[in-house]
């Protein structure tokens, strides 16, 4: 049950897809073997408000928060880390290239004793 949560700078919708950013996301969490598909939850949400660095407007950030049910060692969600964000670099690598860009990440456990759960996905998959 990984949620993924895309937070980012709103200038960088122009330099880009995000949607196709989640896509990506998506893909390398199921490629990692550690997330069930049905499971996953990629959404992104462009901050309204944004002062970065100096305050430049051209400068942009992305930042992925990863939340997942505790339980999983800390091996396996290194090397999930490692692949999510190497796909986070190769897709974000022209923007990083080209413009005033910071490309971060974070996974960190959910107590699974204070976060209940319901879905009907699997029966749909």
């Not at 598909?37 to 408000?49: D, N, Q, S």
Request: net charge negative; with cysteine.
């Amino acid at each position: 049950m990984p949620h993924f949560h895309i937070d980012y700078s709103p200038n960088l919708e122009m330099r880009l897809d995000i949607a196709g950013l989640c896509v990506v996301v998506r893909d390398a969490a199921v490629q990692t073997g550690v997330f069930p598909l049905a499971g996953i939850r990629v959404r992104a949400t462009p901050a309204a408000h944004v002062v970065i660095a100096d305050g430049n407007p051209d400068h942009a950030f992305l930042d992925l928060s990863v939340r997942l049910r505790e339980g999983r060692d800390l091996e396996k969600r290194k090397a999930a880390t490692s692949l999510i964000f190497a796909a986070l670099e190769a897709y974000c690598a022209d923007v990083m290239a080209r413009s005033s860009f910071m490309l971060s990440m974070e996974m960190r456990n959910i107590d699974a004793e204070l976060s209940p759960k319901a879905s009907s996905i699997r029966d749909h998959l």
